[in-house]
């Protein structure tokens, strides 16, 4: 299983989050509308992939 997530890292809270089969773009793409749809005001908005 692989768990792609979304923090805000001023409250360290997480934004969105997608649990998947298979680690593949769709998983990334998937959880980032979410966050996007859930947060509405996305302006400075600034995404960071720690792919470590």
Known sequence: ?????????FDRS???????KVNNLKIVTDVLNEAIYKRKNVHGLIIHSDQG
């Open 14 to 20: 997480v934004v969105a989050y997608k649990i998947s």
């Open 1 to 9: 299983m692989y768990l792609s997530t979304i923090l805000d890292l």
